[in-house]
């Protein structure tokens, strides 16, 4: 059953419609298929760029959808139930385009910003090294001025859509002054000496490539850097404030395909007589899933509507993030539950979807993370 929304406009709730349509046609009939073998689907995201839904929370005026984050955040949440690993890489690609619209001058903005919101090309953000995950500042990777040139040596690890991108946003470090000492660089795939290491093999959002992103005298013009030298950390981690919404979304929409399958589920399996679902004990775990996703959702709009209204929302997208990626791993680890032991087997999503809700409470910093972002906040 799909997601009751309430969305702002007709337009909106149009867009809604597109993007249900679009999940049903190319995202369903390819997803099992291309998780369980690992296949990136290159040609699904150029069909959401053809249509738009990959600039969809830029302006228009620069190529992107003019949709406000509420709506943006829904459309993620619908592709993310239909496909994680489409859902998230809509959401990165959206990341990568972030620092070049925020702190681009407008010559750099004319320049990249329709080809990049337009859908052709599609983006990846490199801020994570081996060694600084939840310490970004911590990072080696070195951008050393020669000319007009930066060049750009080390490696930035867990890249999504490292190798398949076409673009990439790397930060790296032009001095030693710690988080001060970090630029940020949009990187065109084809650079010489830019190569992506085999792709993890991960749990789950396996259609997903992940992989380290080596950089080896890579020569990049100054007019490729975005924002100031040393600007490069607040510039990746204010992209991140909305990068955690997405994830939000996306594991909203997870939970809520896992609650979808889990109530179909047990209204069609008898046991006792009775389909499991007029079980109280049953229906009380289904209840709590519904609540879940529920809060999931109310709780990623509330931090939307703060950013809509250009006011801070730092702390509440570090909440939504906690709030959704929780909630989906406890619902999606419900859901395997409710099967029973068909839950168990790869003859329904439900395993998958459990796997996919783990990586969620992990990437755009782990749940330990925002709770020191939360415990920031209240301490100022
Ligand atoms: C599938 C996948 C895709 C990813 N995509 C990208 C990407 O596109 N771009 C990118 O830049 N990165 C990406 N990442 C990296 C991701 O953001 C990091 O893995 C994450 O930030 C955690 O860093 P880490 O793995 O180094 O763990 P660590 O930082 O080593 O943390 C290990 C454990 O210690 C805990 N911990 C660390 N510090 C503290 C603290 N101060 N207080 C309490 N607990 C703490 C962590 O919560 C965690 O449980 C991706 C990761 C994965 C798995």
Request: hydrophobic share 40%; aromatic share 6%; glycine share 12%.
């Amino acid at each position: 059953m799909p997601a009751e929304r309430l969305m702002p406009t007709t337009e909106s709730a149009d867009l809604i419609d597109l993007v249900r349509d679009i999940a049903g046609k190319e995202l369903r009939p390819r997803v099992d298929e291309a998780e369980r073998t690992g296949t990136f689907p290159r040609e699904v995201f150029r069909t959401l760029g053809r249509t738009g839904l990959l600039g969809l929370p830029y302006p228009e005026d620069v190529g992107g959808g003019g949709q406000p984050y509420e709506v943006y955040l829904q459309v993620i949440e619908e592709i993310a139930s239909a496909w994680a690993s489409v859902g998230v890489g809509t959401s990165v690609h959206a990341l990568s385009c972030f620092g070049l619209f925020h702190v681009g001058t407008p010559e750099q903005q004319e320049r990249w910003l329709p080809e990049m919101l337009g859908g052709e090309l599609l983006g990846a953000y490199c801020l994570s090294e081996s060694h600084a995950g939840s310490d970004p500042a911590a990072m080696r990777t070195r951008a050393v001025r020669e000319g007009d040139e930066y060049v750009l040596n080390g490696a930035k690890a867990w890249t999504t859509h490292g190798g398949v991108a076409d673009f990439y946003k790397v930060m790296a470090r032009t001095s030693d002054d710690g988080g001060r000492g970090i630029s940020c660089f949009l990187v065109p795939a084809d650079t010489p000496g830019l190569t992506a290491d085999n792709p993890e093999q991960k749990m789950g959002l396996m259609g997903s490539t992940t992989a380290t992103v080596l950089l080896d005298d890579v020569r990049v013009p100054v007019e490729r850097r975005l924002g100031e030298e040393g600007q490069g950390l607040s510039i990746a981690l204010a992209g991140l404030d909305a990068g955690r919404l997405g994830i939000a979304a996306a594991a909203t929409g997870v939970a809520q395909a896992a609650l979808d399958t889990a109530v179909a589920y047990a209204k069609e399996r008898e046991t006792f007589g009775r389909a499991i679902i007029e079980h109280q004990g049953l229906a009380f775990l289904l209840a709590d899933m519904a609540a879940a996703v529920e809060s999931a959702r109310a709780t990623y709009l509330a931090a939307a509507r703060l950013k809509d209204l250009g006011r801070p929302y730092g702390r509440q997208a570090s909440i939504a993030k906690l709030v959704a990626t929780d909630n989906a791993m406890r619902v999606t680890t419900d859901a395997v539950q409710v099967l029973g032991g068909a839950g168990y087997t790869r003859d329904f999503p439900v395993e998958r979807y459990m796997r996919e809700a783990k990586v969620m409470q992990i990437f755009e910093g782990t749940n330990q993370i925002q709770r020191l972002v939360i415990g920031r906040h209240l301490a100022r």
